[in-house]
């Protein structure tokens, strides 16, 4: 099992042009052991997590499909509600990693039992199809005559079929490649073959309408089962299945990412890589590159990820991120590692590490919960919010998913080798790495970041020559990484660029030590706006500033619970740092005695929260905090805190009258509020989403005391004479005949309810309908929402 992806991706199996030559390879999840640490924390908080779960729910949207009597109920939440299945394929990755990484027979049974029950599945439908899409055998029918609606929502009204359908994909590959299950490798050929059945009579302008729904990384997938067979015919899949609405401006190097769904175009770039690396057109690297580029510099906060209610923000602007409730999402970043390793293994540039690194220790590492287990979706960065946690039974969102999968794969970049000649240590990682092949064990103890060192042990069969890199990464000032050979200062050269260099012959007894100074530093919004996060190292600090009115704190299984929705606090009573030199980071010192552990008195400007401790962003848990402080001089102090409390105080106002609310165009609000519609059409204008219809539309808004008394609706003041009715359950609201707006780009318009939903037996359900007349167009609408 631990040689087989190395032999795989070093094959150029015949039939395939030339693709791009990989600098470096890693090693197998399976050769790389986790110790004791956080991460083997995680590690083993999730394979319980896992383990918790049951089989038979998770399989039986796959049995129902295929019209084979189910074992167990299916889970709810979005797995019973549209997205039924999504969970499984997940699931078979998470469990194929884990096993990888922990050789656990539990796992493996689990792994085998999952990947058997769906061959019957496969089998029963008798074309090689293998999903759980409720209502999907009729569904592809459609799509394979050629009958294609499809939008951000979704494909042919099913939610997203083809991400959902992605997740299958890639577990089968997980489970075979990572996992060793043979089975799975014949059951992803034979499902690949059912795609190229279903879009063999397609044109390339029909898969490219198809597109337009979030479809994950199928591209990707099908450059793989290429390299895996050899056949041509699936490396054109894949380029079928390639978004040119997205390739296009990445090949002209133009950034058009503002206010496109971040998760959606993020697999697609892995695919663009993937293809470019089995044998497709090598400028497909550069516009993964060049994502990766302006994501990573411009659209990342500290911790790592990105995104405000995941879509890019502008990368101009980052308010939305600090007054947000729903800041980065963890699939994000998911999916970043994994194009991050990638690009680092074709170009061998340690930029892609110093990401993966702050992205792990910082923002994927603090997704768990280290006690109870359950995953966080959104990370808030908006002052004194908090995360929520699932429960395994509970939540079936796309972040438990990717979660289950997160903290299984620690060790897959941990290291890397250039051929038999150099060994390359990536992640200052307590572990141990074999390599069976050069009889090699290197085992790396170190507590850090706690202690600014690492050491390596060396255990080999006989004396052999060879080179170890030692990555120097960014936060580490150059000049400043001492090596120690055996206690000795090591001669040591820049062999591979971005790592400091050990070549001698090697014997079973060395150890190598490490010096890894760290400084903190403060890091301010990528628009360079006065907030600042501090980072220690590699290590984002934070601090907790209270454990209050953390609502929905281990999330149920209703809709919207994956987002923390307790009281928003005042930015204004947020602690603000006061700083009179330039450099805000001298502020911060150490607490004795407690590693890891700073000090910001010097700086906070508040009595109440000048003796919190700075910690690493990845202990706090259960509680609010700041990661993101407001920082001014003296002078500037007295018009800082107004000019937070200004543009605070009307936000907060708005979110204590709304009782539910939803932005059309943005795909999770949309689904999480039943939309509906036909003839309607989304996009985005002056950074804000919209929905219109030549059709109709539809939104299903909670009202669960009754307690809403107007619809409030905002619109463009570009769109004028556009006529169409307001429906509520049926019932005509109001109709409306857009004027437009002279006074500002958006303006809000709030129609009063009928008393007859405040009555005890009125509906706490209200459908909220926009039709448009005859020839007009409904909306766009910007914002829909019930007031209080």
């Not at 049974?109 to 759980?132: A, K, V």
């Not at 056949?231 to 990412?257: E, I, M, T």
């Not at 090591?490 to 001698?504: C, D, E, M, N």
């Not at 609502?551 to 947020?574: F, I, K, T, W």
Request: aromatic content about 10%; charged content about 20%; glycine content about 8%.
């Amino acid at each position: 099992m631990q040689n087989r992806w190395l032999l795989l991706c070093a094959w150029l199996a015949p039939g395939l042009a030339a693709g791009q030559t990989k600098l470096l390879e890693t090693f197998p999840v399976s050769a790389v052991q986790l110790l004791a640490s956080p991460f083997q924390v995680a590690q083993q908080t999730d394979k319980a997590y896992m383990l918790a779960l049951s089989p038979d729910r998770l399989l039986a949207p796959y049995l129902a499909e295929a019209g084979l009597p189910t074992k167990a109920e299916r889970y709810g939440n979005w797995e019973n509600t549209g997205l039924d299945g999504h969970m499984g394929g997940h699931y078979l990755s998470a469990l194929a990693y884990m096993y990888a990484a922990t050789a656990d027979a539990q796992v493996q049974q689990r792994l085998t039992y999952m990947i058997d029950q769906l061959e019957r599945c496969q089998q029963q439908n008798g074309n090689g199809y293998l999903g759980g899409v409720p209502g999907g055998r009729a569904m592809w029918q459609q799509v394979k005559e050629g009958r294609i609606d499809a939008n951000s929502f979704g494909l042919n009204q099913k939610w997203v079929p083809l991400y959902n359908l992605h997740k299958t994909y890639a577990g089968l590959r997980d489970a075979y490649v990572v996992g060793g299950n043979e089975k799975a490798k014949g059951m992803l050929i034979k499902l690949t073959d059912w795609c190229l059945d279903l879009t063999a009579n397609l044109s390339d302008e029909q898969i490219q309408q198809m597109l337009r729904s979030e479809h994950g990384g199928l591209n990707e997938i099908f450059a793989d089962v290429a390299q895996l067979t050899g056949d041509a015919k699936y490396l054109r899949l894949a380029q079928r299945f390639s978004h040119r609405a997205v390739l296009d401006p990445l090949l002209a190097g133009k950034d058009v990412l503002n206010g496109m769904h971040a998760n959606t175009q993020i697999p697609k770039i892995i695919g663009f890589e993937r293809i470019a690396e089995v044998g497709g057109d090598p400028a497909w690297a550069g516009a993964a590159a060049f994502f990766w580029k302006t994501v990573a510099e411009n659209r990342t906060v500290s911790i790592g990820g990105n995104s405000v209610s995941e879509h890019f923000n502008p990368d101009n602007n980052f308010t939305s991120m600090l007054e947000s409730t729903e800041g980065p999402e963890t699939c994000n970043t998911y999916n970043m590692l994994k194009l991050s390793k990638q690009l680092y293994l074709t170009s061998g540039s340690t930029s892609y590490l110093d990401y993966y690194e702050r992205a792990t220790y910082n923002h994927i590492l603090s997704t768990q919960h280290p006690g109870q287990g359950g995953f966080v979706y959104f990370t808030p960065m908006r002052p004194r919010h908090y995360r929520v946690y699932s429960q395994p039974q509970e939540g079936f969102w796309c972040c438990v998913g990717s979660g289950l999968e997160n903290h299984g794969k620690y060790g897959e970049l941990a290291y890397a080798h250039r051929g038999q000649q150099e060994v390359l240590i990536n992640l200052f990682l307590p572990s141990r790495l074999t390599w069976p092949e050069q009889v090699l064990t290197l085992t790396q103890e170190t507590t850090f970041p706690r202690e600014e060192r690492s050491q390596l042990k060396l255990q080999l069969k006989k004396p052999r020559q060879f080179a170890l890199s030692i990555r120097q990464p960014n936060w580490l000032p150059a000049g400043q990484m001492q090596v120690l050979v055996n206690g000795k200062p090591a001669t040591t050269s820049k062999l591979s660029p971005g790592y400091v260099t050990v070549q001698r012959k090697w014997r079973t007894g060395d150890v190598v030590t490490m010096a890894l100074p760290m400084q903190t530093k403060a890091e301010y919004m990528p628009d360079h706006s006065p907030w600042v996060s501090f980072v220690h190292g590699p290590v984002v600090l934070a601090a907790v500033t209270d454990t209050t009115d953390l609502v929905g704190l281990h999330a149920n299984g209703q809709r919207m619970a994956h987002v923390a929705s307790g009281p928003l606090y005042p930015l204004e009573d947020a602690p603000v740092l006061v700083s009179a030199g330039q450099d805000v980071a001298a502020g911060i010192t150490p607490v004795p005695g407690e590693p890891l552990t700073f000090s910001a008195a010097k700086l906070i400007d508040s009595d109440k929260y000048r003796n919190v401790r700075l910690v690493p962003f990845s202990q706090i848990h259960d509680a609010r905090y700041m990661v993101y402080w407001p920082v001014t001089t003296p002078e500037g102090l007295a018009a800082r805190k107004e000019e937070i409390r200004r543009k605070d105080q009307e936000k907060r106002a708005l979110e204590a009258r709304t009782v539910d609310q939803v932005t059309p165009g943005e795909q999770q609000p949309e689904s999480d509020h039943g939309f509906q519609g036909e003839q309607t059409e989304s996009g985005s204008h002056r950074n804000r989403h919209w929905r219109h219809a030549k059709g109709w539309f539809s939104y299903n808004l909670g009202n669960p005391n009754r307690a809403a008394r107007a619809l409030r609706v905002t619109y463009s003041s570009g769109d004028k004479d556009r006529q169409f009715t307001i429906l509520v359950n049926g019932t005509p609201l109001t109709k409306v005949t857009l004027q437009g707006n002279p006074q500002g780009d958006f303006y809000d318009v709030d129609y009063e309810l009928p008393k007859s939903l405040q009555q005890a037996n009125a509906p706490t359900t209200l459908v909220v309908k926009f039709e448009a007349a005859a020839g007009s167009t409904a909306g766009g609408v910007f914002d829909v929402r019930l007031l209080k």
